[in-house]
């Protein structure tokens, strides 16, 4: 699997502004930096498409 590489994207989070509410938007930021997986998955509007 090729990993994403972060330095070429921005990825915003939005925060409201209280000290609690801007440290939980850091904690998900080191979380989405430490580590990220794409789990793909099938819809039953992508059986549609295939099947046309």
Not at 17 to 46: C, H, M, Y
Request: glycine residues 4%; charged residues 25%.
């Amino acid at each position: 699997m090729q990993k994403y590489n972060f330095n070429n994207h921005l990825v915003r989070i939005g925060s409201r502004t209280s000290p609690l509410a801007v440290w939980q938007a850091n904690e998900v930021k080191q979380k989405i930096i430490q580590k990220s997986k794409i789990i793909k998955f099938r819809t039953s509007g992508d059986n549609i498409v295939d099947s046309n």
